[in-house]
């Protein structure tokens, strides 16, 4: 009876301890599943511990990098605010230099300034004593002219005044004669005056129509030249607006300068053209020529080359032409002189 009790009793010891055993089996079931998750859990954090670590790594790297970039940077900088700030130390300078050196070039400037008023007052005054030298030079050159020319038959006027008033009585064929004298030196005489006279003048032109033909013609009848000279002139029936007096002049001029250039013996030739809104007319003689070098100075004023004459007379026709709108040329082979004129000159008042 006693036995049985403790086999009932250990029977309940055992149920009990396998009933504990199964219960901590189960239990240790659901840890061993808790520690699988738990040890899931962990490798995924891990994982994401091991990415974001990863991440931080680049960023610390970039970070890393980005500071090495910029500690480089900055020493740039600063070499750079160095060498800035010995630039400004030479700028400075420099400024300071060309300040100095400026207020130099202005001072300079100043004393050039008043070194070329000087100058210009010394130039101008030596150009008005130049002027008034040459003004003088030009005067005197034409007196001295004048006076040669003007001596000659002055001295014929005293002669046959002399002759006259030593004969009580003259014969008609004396008196012609000397009367003749007179009057060719007082011609002479007043034709070196007008001469001079017209080359000052700046008178207006009295225009009118005229017959160029008939003007030239007029002109060779009046001065009757040698029987040795022969002047052929185109009949060409031409007018147009001129001075009358003046283109005269400058027919007259240039005829006796062909005569004297043919030494009273030879051709002279006058063209006459009708040119359409202009006429033209050329003087040609059979001399010997005008030489080349002076070719280029025969209108000047005071230029010839003989021994009688102002030297105006040839300028004289250069500005009674152009005065007219035309003008006037020269040419060898043989010696032309041709005036070109406008036919229609509006009349001046």
Known sequence: MAQATDYEKFGGLTGKALDDLGNAKHELEEREIQIRDLAMQSSVRFSELMRVNSELKEKIDFLQDLATNLSLRNEELEKKNRDLEIQKAENTKLESDLRRNLDKVVLKEKELELQRDHLERQVNEKTDELIKSQKLAIIGELASRMAHDLRN?????????????????????????????????????????????????????????????????????????????????????????????????????????????????????????????????????????????????????????????????????????????????????????????????????
Do not use: W
């Open 153 to 349: 038959p002055l001295s014929t006027i005293k002669n046959v005044v002399e002759l006259m008033e030593n004969k009580q009585k003259l014969r008609i064929e004396e008196k012609i004669i000397y009367y003749g004298k007179l009057h060719r030196a007082i011609d002479r005489i007043s034709h070196q005056v007008n001469e001079v006279l017209e080359y000052g003048k700046a008178s207006q032109l009295q225009l009118q129509s005229a017959n160029i033909t008939s003007i030239i013609k007029q002109i060779i009848d009046d001065n009757n030249f040698s029987k040795d000279v022969k002047v052929n002139v185109d009949n060409v029936d031409l007018r147009l607006n001129i001075d009358v007096r003046k283109m005269e002049a400058v027919i007259t001029n240039l005829l006796i300068n062909a005569v004297q250039a043919i030494d009273n013996k030879g051709t002279i030739n006058v063209r006459i053209l009708d040119n359409g809104s202009n006429a033209i007319f050329a003087i040609e003689d059979s001399g010997p020529g005008i030489s080349p070098q002076n070719l280029t100075k025969i209108f000047d004023p005071l230029f010839t080359t003989k021994q009688i004459g102002t030297g105006l007379g040839l300028s004289i026709c250069k500005k009674i032409v152009e005065q007219h709108g035309g003008n006037i040329s020269v040419k060898n082979n043989p010696t032309t002189f041709i005036v070109r004129l406008p036919k229609n000159l509006s009349v001046q008042v």
